[in-house]
């Protein structure tokens, strides 16, 4: 199918790391991404990984990729009450002809 | 700021109604995606123009349409609308129109529907 799968809640302490996971469908997508939703905004691009890479640092933000299990997660650093919010993770499917998000996950963080 | 410009902000209306959403994209991005983004949906891609042309379809209803103008913004029209069509309608553009890095899509801040 064209599910992409995400667990729906995460709660982390502030300082500590979050780690959000992702499962995708499309052996074929060439690009996978990461969007963040704050309350009552549109989606922010975080970052994105190109399937012939295994890991992507940016900042605080950690992505891995494993094609064999189609499996992406977000390792996000010193979590701050700021990084609360949705993330989305996304491929594109079809060879690029749609775009497929999972169901976001809901990350608290609590002081 | 993505760049990506969406209005209006926010729209009420009534079932049975008609109503348009626009979207400019940042400048230089070609294709212009469409999503809805309901409670109980997530977010379900519509529909995908590059350049004036319809290029992907998603689960877009027949009683909604979209266009994209020479000036390459875009239209959603919704008709006949329902109460179950309350949504945010979101709006990104991207520069290219297949898969690759170019093909990163830049969101605009939505549209709150709500039908009553």
């Known amino acids: 199918g064209e599910d992409v799968e995400q667990s729906l809640f995460l709660s982390v302490r502030e300082g500590d790391s979050s780690v959000i996971n992702c499962t995708y469908t499309?052996?074929?997508?060439?690009?996978l991404y990461w969007y963040k939703q704050e309350p009552g905004a549109g989606l922010q691009l975080l970052t994105y990984?190109?399937?012939?890479?295994d890991m992507k640092q940016d900042q605080r933000l950690t992505v891995l990729l494993n094609k064999k299990d189609k499996h992406l997660s977000l390792r996000i650093a010193d979590t701050q009450t700021g990084d609360s919010a949705i993330y989305f993770c996304?491929?594109?499917?079809?060879?690029?002809?749609?775009?497929?998000f999972g169901p976001g996950t809901r990350l608290s963080v609590l002081p | 700021d993505s760049g990506v410009t969406q209005t209006p902000k926010h729209l009420i209306t009534a079932t049975g109604q008609r109503v348009t959403l626009r979207c400019s994209p940042r400048?230089?991005?070609?294709?212009v995606y469409w999503y809805q983004q309901s409670l109980d949906q997530g977010l379900q891609f519509l529909i995908q123009?590059?350049?004036?042309?319809?290029?992907a379809k998603g689960n877009i209803l027949e009683r909604f349409s979209a266009q994209q103008f020479p000036d390459l913004h875009s239209e959603l029209n919704l008709s006949s609308l329902e109460l179950g069509d309350s949504a945010l309608y979101f709006c990104?553009?991207?520069?290219?129109?297949?898969?690759?890095?170019?093909?990163?899509?830049?969101f605009g801040p939505g549209t709150r529907l709500t039908v009553l």
């Open positions: 400048s230089g991005d070609l294709s």
């Open positions: 996304a491929e594109t499917i079809n060879y690029g002809q749609n775009f497929v």
């Open positions: 990984i190109f399937s012939n890479m």
């Open positions: 123009y590059y350049n004036g042309e319809e290029r």
């Open positions: 499309d052996s074929s997508s060439t690009y």
């Open positions: 990104a553009s991207s520069e290219g129109g297949g898969q690759s890095s170019t093909d990163t899509q830049y």
